[in-house]
């Protein structure tokens, strides 16, 4: 059972950990107090709580122990097959001798871009989240846990592929980058606007395949800053390499500035042990 | 999902601090630039109630309409996308003030 939320089951999987795992919105088993109260009296009971507090609470202190140990952490979303595992073992392959550099892979059934990540020779860890579309905070802290990642590293998690879920859970990253693929159309950003302005990048990849697209570069990234006139963008290629320096760039800085800020403080204890 | 486990959670803490065992009505703010899909929830609170307290209970949904806040009139208007203009001068986007809440509101118990 974990000791941080008391769950015991779930549909949610950490590859190699013993017991399942999901929802870091806490299956606080909803019966286990069904029979400690008699029958009250009826009335309206004000609450005004967020459904999300759970989950921003582990993000929360997934967010400090990153700091703790200057890990810099990203967490990338897109909608299936817009590159993410294919950037991502690119990216690898050109920082993996500067960096210290480990992968969470969100998936609701496989463990192939687990496999695909290993296959460069970093670490990577697979959650499965069966039905469920997006990871969480809770989960991302016990794979995190796992990883054992060293200091000054980093982190990067590729969430299930769905553009609407993910805006809404924090896992305690420092930017969400969402990926947009040049064959997906150029309003995406307008179909769903929460998790462009939700995240702090934009790598609108498989710029290879314009030449043989209608694709309008120029009016989809006017879409993406209507939603969010603060994100960044950046093109790129992740099979020709183009624009991959610009993307090395920002996470080398980003890595850098996580390593400066690191807290000297005195490291406490796991808390998703 | 993870919503509906987030709403269970804060059922089970409140019924034991404010002692009740029994949940009849949940009543729900999900703004409507929250991004939820009632529907959906509709679906998922069937599923995730069944055998708590709050099972056979009446999911009731506020959806509280989106507001931005435009710095350049100074003036908040009702909108219904992240992105829609300004009513007074056009600018885009507004600052959202309301109509994101994903909230458990208030529990009709006993
Ligand atoms: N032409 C081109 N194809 C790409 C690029 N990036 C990824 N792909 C292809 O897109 C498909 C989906 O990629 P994948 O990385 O599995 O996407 P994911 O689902 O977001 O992880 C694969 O066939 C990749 O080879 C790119 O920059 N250019
Ligand atoms: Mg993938
Ligand atoms: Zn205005």
């Given amino acids: 059972m974990c000791t941080t939320c008391g769950c015991g089951q779930g549909e949610g999987r950490i590859e190699g950990d013993e017991h399942p795992h999901a929802h ?26 967020n459904l999300l507090e759970k989950n921003d609470a582990f993000a929360k202190l997934n967010r400090e122990q990153f700091a703790e140990k200057g890990i810099f952490v990203l967490n990338l979303v897109s909608s299936p097959g817009s590159g993410k595992t294919t950037l991502l073992t690119a990216t690898i392959e050109r920082l993996k001798d500067r960096l210290a550099i480990a992968v969470i892979e969100g998936d609701q ?27 969480d905070a809770h989960m991302v802290g016990h794979a ?5 990642l060293p200091q000054d590293s980093v982190l990067m998690i590729e969430n299930v592929g769905n553009l609407v879920c993910p805006s809404a859970f924090d896992l305690g990253e ?3 980058v969402v990926i947009l693929s040049v064959t997906e159309g150029e309003d995406k950003p307008l179909k769903y606007p929460d998790m462009f302005a939700a995240a702090d990048l934009l790598v609108l990849n498989k710029v290879d395949l314009l030449p043989y697209l ?44 996580a390593k400066n800020s690191r807290s000297e403080a005195p490291s406490k204890p796991p808390c998703h042990a | ?70 710095v350049e009139c100074e003036r908040e208007s009702s909108i219904e996308t992240r992105y829609d203009p300004c009513p007074l001068c056009g600018k885009v986007p507004l600052a959202i003030t309301g109509g994101t809440e994903m909230r458990v509101k208030a529990l009709d118990v006993e």
């Fill in chain 1, 174 to 176: 420092a930017h969400k």
């Fill in chain 1, 144 to 148: 995190a846990e796992r990883l054992n």
């Fill in chain 1, 24 to 49: 870091a919105d806490g299956m606080i088993h909803s019966h286990a107090h069904m029979h400690e109260h008699g029958i009250g009296q009826r009335r309206m009971v004000q609450i005004e709580r």
């Fill in chain 1, 214 to 257: 209608k694709f309008e570069v120029d009016q989809c990234l006017d879409f993406a800053h209507r939603v969010n006139p603060r994100l960044k963008i950046i093109r790129t290629s992740a099979v020709t390499g183009e624009g991959m320096a610009a993307w090395t760039d920002w996470i080398e800085s980003g890595a850098r500035a």
């Fill in chain 2, 1 to 70: 999902m993870s919503l509906m486990e987030g709403m269970l959670h804060i059922m089970d803490e409140n019924a034991k601090a404010q002692g009740f065992g029994r949940v009849r009505t949940v009543i729900l703010e999900i703004g409507k630039l929250a991004g939820v899909e009632v529907e959906a929830l509709r679906f998922a609170f069937e599923a995730v109630t069944e055998g708590s307290i709050a099972e056979g209970a009446t999911l009731e949904i506020e959806e509280p309409q989106g507001l931005g806040w435009c």
């Fill in chain 1, 109 to 135: 059934q496989t463990t192939h871009d687990a496999d695909r990540i290993r296959a460069t020779g970093v670490p990577a860890i697979q959650i499965n989240t069966g039905k469920g579309c997006h990871l």
